[in-house]
Nanobody, 125 residues
Framework: QVQLVESGGGLVQAGGSLRLSCAAS????????MGWFRQPPGEEREFVAA????????YYADSVKGRFTISRDNTKNTVTLQMNSLKPEDTAIYYC??????????????????WGQGTQVTVSS
């Protein structure tokens, strides 16, 4: 079992930045790829970014490429999503998730094994 707790959400103006963090506990953190997903109001959960077990490979949705950066620190059991140049369409609940497939390339929510409770990000225009 892996427990995940997100933090860092909030309200920001368009063009601003936020940094989301996800703290993991339980099983060995480096045995999992990690992903960030988001769920806008009234919509389905969608892939944002993922990182493999070592941190050397990252993957992004086209909508956030060049603006968001995912990283991890296996010594601190944390994964971070740095979000820059935020847009109103980035407004959503953001979730971190852990995937037993360590490669990190999975993009479907049902491919991930553990989830955090989510943190709200609201971008005003």
């Amino acid at each position: 079992q892996v427990q995940l707790v997100e933090s860092g959400g909030g309200l920001v103006q368009a063009g601003g930045s936020l940094r989301l963090s996800c703290a993991a506990s339980g099983r060995t953190f480096s045995n999992y790829a990690m992903g960030w997903f988001r769920q806008p109001p009234g919509e389905e959960r969608e892939f944002v970014a993922a990182i493999n077990w070592s941190g050397y490979r990252t993957y992004y949705a086209d909508s956030v490429k060049g603006r968001f950066t995912i990283s991890r620190d296996n010594t601190k059991n944390t994964v971070t999503l740095q979000m820059n140049s935020l847009k109103p369409e980035d407004t959503a609940i953001y979730y971190c998730a852990a995937d037993q497939l360590m490669a990190g390339y999975n993009r479907r929510p049902d491919e991930y094994d553990y989830w955090g409770q989510g943190t709200q990000v609201t971008v005003s225009s």
